[in-house]
C-alpha cells in the first residue's frame, strides 16, 4: 500500500484507482476544511499544497499524491498563524467562509513564492488576480482578498495576531469552522435522491425493493407527494441511505417505477400560449413554490398565468388614458421600452445539505440553513413532535441568498431514511442539483411606459412584469416601484408564468433588481430627454430623505462631475459613468429574543438565529462589548441551535433590525442584575469597572424580547404608507401571515459606476464602483463594507454574465455545473468605494438595519447606465452578452 505525508505524518492511501485525493482528505482523514464544491477544478474551494505546489484536490486522484508530503489548510499556520492568515482576519477578507480555506491555502503559497523572489514589494491588484484566478467567493469577498494579500506580502502581517472584526475569523481562515457537510457521526450513511428525468408524468408504479436488496443499503423511501405527480426535471422521486454514497448512487440506479409522461410546457413564452398544457390544476395550485419572502394573497388564474395581481396601483384607469393619449400625440418625453432580465443562480458554495440523527424519540438535525428556529417548528409539525425533542444545528453556513430558508427537501429526505434505518444519515446536494432545483431569481419580461409631465415631475408611469417562476407563485416585480418616485398615476401588474421548469425562491431582494433594472433606466432616459442631469431628475421625482442625503454625496463624486456627455468617444474602448437608486423594506421579526447570561465571570449572549456570513455573530458581540467597556472576543455567543431564546431567518435583511434591539434591552436587565449581585464593587478610579463587576457578579441570565419602534421623526414613514390604504392593509397580513413587521424609513442605496466597453468584442468591464448606503448605525462597520462589496458583486454578475440555460423541450437545465454557470471572480472586482450615512433610524433601538438586500437592487441598471453613457445605446436585456452589445451597435450604426 502507498502513502503519503499530510501535516507532517504519514498516511496510507487506498488501493481503488479510481479514488479522488479530496474524498481521502475529507472522509478518510478528517481533515474537512478542504471543501468540495464543484467536483470540476473551477472553484478552488478544495486547494491544497502537493509538495508545495497548490493543486484542486477535487480532480486529482489519489495515487498521485503517493510518496508526496500534503499540507491541507489545517496544517498551515497550526501552531502560528501565517501571515496571510493573519491578513485575511484583519481584512475581513471572508464572509460565510465556506471557500477561505481554498483562497488561503493558495494565497499561502503565491505570498510564499513572492516574497522569496521580490521580498516585501507589494504586488499589484492584476498579480494577485491572475494567482488567484481559480477560486470563486459567491459572498463576494474579492475587495478584502486583494488588500489582504497584498499587505501580506508587503510584510505588514508578520508580527502578532491582530484584531478580526469577525469573531469566527480564526476559525475560518484554518478550516476549523464546521459546516453541515463536515458532519460526521458514528455510523453515518450517505442519502441520495432519485429524481425525475421528465418534466411532467404521473409515477404510477414505484418499486424499491431492488434498491433495498443492494448490499450496503439501509434504507429507501417515497418522497412523491400524494398525487404521484412530478412537475419538472430534477422533482424527487425517492431516496436511498447507504454505507457510502457510490453505493446510494447504485441504489438509486436499481429502482424502478412507471410513468404516464404528460405534455409539458417549458418557459416564459411557451407557457402564456393559449393551448399550452397546464402545469397546475385548479385543485393542485397549492402545491406550487413560493418566490417570495412571504405568501400572497388570492389572485385569478388563467391556465399557467397568475394574475394580474395589481394590488399598489393607483389610479390604473388614469395612468392608461394619460400614456394612450401621449403616445397617439407622439410625445417626446414618454419613454417605452420592454426588458428582459435573466434567470439567476443562487449558486451557494456549501451545497444544501442536512444531517438527520434520532436518539430514542429525540431527533437532531444539522441542516445549512437560513431559518433555524423556523425550520425546527416546521418539522415539530410535520412529524407531530414537541419542541423540546428537536434540536436544528447551524454553526456555520455556506452561504444561502435566499434559497436555504424554509424546511427543504435535504432535510425531510435526511429524515426518513434516518427513520427508517435507525442510523445518522446525511443528504447533500450535487453541483448540478444545487445549480438546477434549489431555487432562482426568476427571469422576467417587463413593459414599461413613463410619462413626464409638461412642468417636469412624474405623471404617469405603467409597469407590466410576467415573472418565469417555473413551479411557483408569488411574484412581487411590479408592485415595488409604487413605493418610490410618486407619480400622479401609476399602473403596476405583476403576473407569475408557471412552467414545467423548477421553482424559484427569494434571492436578495425578490423583485427588487429586475424592478430597478428596467425602472432606473427609464428615469435615466427621461433625463436625457428633459436635458436634466439624472441625478438632479432623481432628486426632484424622490422625496425620500435618506435617498435625498444620497443624491447630494453622488453629485460630489469627482467621477460624476467629470463624465463625459452621451456617445461623445469613437475610439475602440470607451468609457462611461451611469447612476441608479434602490431601496429595500425596513424589515424585524417580532419575537425574536436575545439571553444574556453571566457564566464564570464571562457575558455569554444567546439566540436561536444563525450566521449565514452576515456577520451575526459579530453584530452582538459588539453591542454587547460596547455597552460594558470590553472587546467582542470578550463575549462568547452562542447561535445557530434552535434550543436558544428564538432567533429571526435570514432573509430580508432583518436579522440586525431584529436582535439588536432585544440585546440593547437584556443590556439593561443585566446591567441591573450584576449590580445588585455583584460580590464586590469596582476599585476607585477602575479603568474597568463593568469587567471588574462581570468577575464578581455570580452566575445569572436575564432574557429580553424585540420591543416595538418609537415613534419615528418627522418625514420618515413605513414605505408601504406610499401604498396608501391597500398598504397598510398589506402591512398588517404581513406581519400577521408571515411574523414579518415593516418598519418606518426606507433602507436606500445610490450607485454610480463606471465602465469600460470594448466596442469590437463587446465586452464591458466595470472599472470602479462608488456605492452609497442609508441604513442607519453600523453595528459592524467592517463587515457591513463586506457586505456592500459582495452585494455589488452579485450585482455585477447579475447584469454581465448570468444566465442559465434550460432545453425548451424536455426542461432539462443545461448549465448545471460552475463551468456553465459563470459567476464572478476575484479579476472581475472593481474598485469600490462605499460611503454609509447612519442617519435616518433613530427611531429603531439601536439606530441600525439590513444592508444584504439594499445594496444590491441599483448595481444593474447603473452598469446599463453607464453602458449608455459610454457608447449610446441602450441595453434592456441583461446579461449583457458581448454577442448582444455587438448586436446593439450595429444595429444603431444600421439606423
Known amino acids: 500500500m502507498s502513502t503519503m505525508t499530510i501535516n507532517g505524518r504519514p498516511e496510507p492511501l487506498p488501493d481503488d484507482p479510481d479514488a479522488l485525493l479530496v474524498d481521502v482528505i475529507r472522509d478518510r482523514c478528517g481533515l474537512t476544511g478542504t471543501k468540495l464544491v464543484c467536483g470540476s477544478g473551477v472553484c478552488g474551494a478544495c486547494t491544497?499544497?502537493?509538495?508545495?505546489?497548490?493543486?484542486?484536490?477535487?480532480?486529482?486522484?489519489?495515487?498521485?499524491?503517493?510518496?508526496?508530503?500534503?499540507?491541507?489548510?489545517?496544517?498551515?499556520?497550526?501552531?502560528?498563524?501565517?501571515?496571510?492568515?493573519?491578513?485575511?482576519?484583519?481584512?475581513?477578507?471572508?464572509?460565510?467562509?465556506?471557500?477561505?480555506?481554498?483562497?488561503?491555502?493558495?494565497?499561502?503559497?503565491?505570498?510564499?513564492?513572492?516574497?522569496?523572489a521580490r521580498g516585501t514589494a507589494t504586488p499589484s491588484r492584476e498579480e494577485i488576480a491572475a494567482a488567484l484566478s481559480g477560486h470563486l467567493c459567491r459572498c463576494g469577498a474579492y475587495e478584502g482578498i486583494f488588500r489582504a494579500v497584498a499587505e501580506a506580502c508587503s510584510g505588514r502581517f508578520d508580527g502578532n495576531d491582530p484584531v478580526a472584526p469577525r469573531l469566527e475569523a480564526r476559525d475560518k481562515v484554518t478550516g476549523l469552522a464546521r459546516y453541515t457537510v463536515d458532519i460526521s457521526h458514528d455510523g453515518q450513511l450517505e442519502g441520495v435522491i432519485l429524481r425525475s428525468p421528465l418534466a411532467h408524468a404521473k409515477i404510477t408504479r414505484l418499486d424499491l425493493a431492488p434498491a433495498r436488496a443492494t448490499p450496503g443499503v439501509a434504507a429507501a423511501v417515497s418522497l412523491l407527494e400524494d398525487d404521484q405527480m412530478v412537475r419538472f426535471v430534477g422533482a424527487p422521486?425517492?431516496?436511498?441511505?447507504?454505507?457510502d454514497r457510490t453505493t446510494a448512487l447504485a441504489a438509486i440506479a436499481a429502482i424502478t417505477f412507471d410513468r404516464e409522461e404528460l405534455p409539458a410546457v417549458v418557459g416564459l413564452d411557451a407557457a402564456r400560449r393559449e393551448d399550452?398544457?397546464?402545469?397546475?390544476?385548479?385543485?393542485?395550485r397549492k402545491r406550487a413554490g413560493n418566490v417570495s419572502e412571504g405568501g400572497g394573497g388570492p389572485v385569478s388564474w388563467k391556465g399557467n398565468v397568475r394574475g394580474p395581481s395589481a394590488l399598489f396601483s393607483q389610479k390604473a384607469r388614469r395612468a392608461k388614458s394619460w400614456l394612450a393619449e401621449a403616445r397617439q400625440a407622439h410625445n417626446p418625453l414618454l419613454v417605452e421600452e420592454t426588458f428582459r432580465v435573466s434567470t439567476q443562480q443562487h449558486a451557494c458554495l456549501e451545497p444544501h445539505a442536512a444531517v438527520a440523527k434520532f436518539d430514542g424519540d429525540r431527533l437532531t438535525v444539522h441542516v445549512s440553513t437560513q431559518a433555524v428556529h423556523e425550520v425546527m417548528e416546521r418539522?415539530?409539525?410535520?412529524?407531530?413532535?414537541?419542541?423540546?425533542?428537536?434540536?436544528?444545528?447551524?454553526?456555520?453556513?455556506?452561504?444561502?441568498?435566499?434559497?436555504?430558508?424554509?424546511?427543504g427537501l435535504e432535510s425531510i429526505a435526511a429524515i426518513e431514511l434516518a427513520r427508517e434505518a435507525k442510523?445518522?444519515?446525511?443528504?447533500?446536494?450535487?453541483?448540478?442539483?444545487?445549480?438546477?432545483?434549489?431555487g432562482y431569481r426568476p427571469a422576467a419580461e417587463l413593459k414599461l411606459s413613463l410619462l413626464p409631465s409638461p412642468q417636469g415631475g412624474l405623471k404617469a408611469l405603467s409597469l407590466t412584469a410576467h415573472a418565469d417562476t417555473g413551479a411557483a407563485v408569488n411574484s412581487l416585480i411590479a408592485g415595488l416601484a409604487r413605493l418610490i418616485y410618486p407619480a400622479e398615476a401609476k399602473e403596476l401588474v405583476d403576473f407569475d408564468v408557471i412552467s414545467n421548469l423548477p421553482p424559484g425562491a427569494p434571492f436578495r431582494g425578490p423583485g427588487g433588481p429586475p424592478m430597478a433594472f428596467a425602472l432606473e433606466q427609464a428615469v435615466d432616459e427621461a433625463a436625457l430627454r428633459m436635458k436634466v442631469d439624472p441625478i438632479h431628475l432623481r432628486k426632484l421625482w424622490d422625496r425620500d430623505p435618506n435617498r435625498?442625503?444620497?443624491?447630494?454625496?453622488?453629485?460630489?463624486?469627482?467621477?460624476?462631475r467629470n463624465r463625459r456627455p452621451a456617445a461623445s468617444q469613437t475610439s475602440r474602448y470607451r468609457r462611461g459613468v451611469g447612476v441608479a437608486t434602490g431601496y429595500w423594506l425596513y424589515l424585524w421579526q417580532p419575537g425574536s429574543s436575545v439571553e444574556l447570561a453571566i457564566k464564570g465571570g464571562r457575558i455569554v449572549a444567546s439566540c436561536a438565529v444563525q450566521d449565514i456570513g452576515t456577520g451575526t455573530r459579530s453584530v452582538i458581540a459588539n453591542t454587547v462589548a460596547k455597552a460594558f467597556d470590553l472587546e467582542p472576543h470578550d463575549i462568547e455567543v452562542r447561535i445557530g441551535h434552535s434550543n436558544l431564546p428564538e432567533g429571526p431567518g435570514s432573509g430580508g435583511s432583518?436579522?440586525?433590525?431584529?436582535?439588536?434591539?432585544?440585546?440593547?434591552?437584556?443590556?439593561?436587565?443585566?446591567?441591573a442584575e450584576i449590580s445588585r449581585t455583584a460580590a464586590r464593587t469596582p476599585?476607585?478610579?477602575?479603568?474597568?469597572?463593568?469587567?471588574?463587576?462581570?468577575?464578581?457578579?455570580?452566575?445569572?441570565?436575564?432574557?429580553a424580547k424585540r420591543p416595538e419602534d418609537g415613534r419615528p421623526p418627522p418625514g420618515v414613514r413605513p414605505a408601504l404608507r406610499e401604498a396608501g390604504f391597500m398598504g397598510l392593509v398589506f402591512g398588517w397580513v404581513f406581519r400577521l401571515v408571515n411574523n414579518i413587521v415593516v418598519g418606518a424609513g426606507v433602507p436606500s442605496s445610490v450607485q454610480v459606476m463606471e465602465v469600460e466597453v470594448d466596442t469590437w468584442l463587446g465586452h464591458v468591464r466595470v472599472l470602479n464602483a462608488f456605492t452609497g448606503l442609508a441604513i442607519g448605525k453600523l453595528a459592524a462597520p467592517a463587515l457591513a463594507r463586506s457586505q456592500a462589496a459582495g452585494s455589488v458583486i452579485q450585482g455585477i454578475g447579475y447584469a454581465l454574465y448570468e444566465a442559465r440555460e434550460t432545453d425548451p423541450l424536455t426542461g432539462h437545465v443545461l448549465s448545471g455545473s460552475m463551468e456553465d454557470y459563470r459567476i464572478p471572480g476575484i479579476a472581475d472586482m472593481p474598485r469600490l468605494e462605499v460611503h454609509f450615512d447612519e442617519a435616518g433610524f433613530e427611531h429603531v433601538p439601536g439606530g441600525a438595519v439590513g444592508i444584504g438586500e439594499v445594496a444590491t437592487v441599483p448595481t444593474s441598471p447603473a452598469i446599463a447606465n453607464a453602458i449608455h453613457n459610454a457608447i449610446g445605446v441602450r441595453l434592456t436585456e441583461i446579461p449583457f452578452r458581448p454577442d448582444r452589445l455587438v448586436a446593439a451597435l450595429k444595429g444603431r450604426d444600421a439606423a
Not at 379 to 407: M, N, P, T, W
Open 48 to 116: 491544497v499544497l502537493l509538495d508545495g505546489a497548490p493543486v484542486v484536490s477535487c480532480l486529482l486522484p489519489a495515487k498521485s499524491a503517493a510518496g508526496k508530503v500534503l499540507t491541507t489548510i489545517e496544517g498551515i499556520g497550526g501552531e502560528r498563524l501565517h501571515p496571510v492568515q493573519k491578513a485575511f482576519m484583519a481584512h475581513d477578507a471572508l464572509q460565510c467562509g465556506f471557500c477561505t480555506p481554498g483562497f488561503v491555502v493558495e494565497a499561502v503559497a503565491f505570498h510564499d513564492n513572492w516574497r522569496a
Open 237 to 243: 422521486i425517492a431516496a436511498v441511505a447507504a454505507k
Open 276 to 284: 399550452a398544457p397546464v402545469v397546475f390544476e385548479k385543485q393542485n
Open 379 to 407: 418539522i415539530c409539525k410535520r412529524y407531530k413532535l414537541s419542541h423540546d425533542k428537536v434540536r436544528v444545528i447551524a454553526d456555520h453556513v455556506g452561504g444561502g441568498f435566499g434559497s436555504k430558508g424554509s424546511f
Open 423 to 438: 442510523a445518522p444519515v446525511r443528504v447533500v446536494f450535487d453541483r448540478e442539483e444545487e445549480l438546477s432545483v434549489t
Open 548 to 560: 435625498q442625503r444620497l443624491y447630494d454625496w453622488a453629485l460630489g463624486l469627482d467621477v460624476w
Open 654 to 671: 432583518r436579522v440586525t433590525a431584529s436582535v439588536v434591539p432585544p440585546t440593547l434591552l437584556a443590556i439593561e436587565k443585566l446591567k
Open 683 to 703: 476599585l476607585p478610579g477602575s479603568n474597568a469597572p463593568w469587567r471588574e463587576l462581570i468577575a464578581s457578579a455570580p452566575d445569572l441570565a436575564v432574557t
